[in-house]
C-alpha cells in the first residue's frame, strides 16, 4: 500500500481528540516511544531511568506451559538489566 494516502473518517479524529493517556490506544502509541516511556519512568519513579532496548506493548508473560499468561501493557530494561513493567488502569479498581 505504499503510496497510497488514507485518511480516517471524522468521527474516528474526533475520538482522538478527546483522548489521554489512560486510553489504550494513545497510551501504546506513546509508550512504544522509549524517549517517552523513560519519561514518565523518570517522573513516576523522581529519579533518572535510562530505559534501552526497545519498549514492548502488550506483551505476553508466561512462566510456566501449565499456568496462564498475562499480557502487560508495556515493559522496558534499563542499562543495568533492571525491568520495568507498567500497567495503565483507567479506572479505579
Known amino acids: 500500500m505504499q503510496g497510497q494516502n488514507i485518511t480516517a473518517p471524522a468521527e474516528v479524529k474526533t475520538k482522538l481528540d478527546a ?14 516511544e522509549l524517549d517517552i516511556f523513560n519519561l514518565i519512568v523518570d517522573i513516576i519513579l523522581n529519579g533518572k531511568i535510562i530505559l534501552v532496548g526497545e519498549s514492548e506493548t502488550e506483551k505476553e508473560l508466561r ?28 479506572k479505579n479498581t
Open 19 to 32: 483522548m489521554n493517556l489512560t486510553d489504550r490506544f494513545l497510551f501504546d502509541e506513546t509508550v512504544e
Open 63 to 90: 512462566i510456566s506451559p501449565e499456568l496462564r499468561s498475562i499480557r502487560l501493557d508495556v515493559i522496558a530494561t534499563d542499562e543495568a538489566g533492571n525491568v520495568f513493567r507498567m500497567e495503565m488502569q483507567k
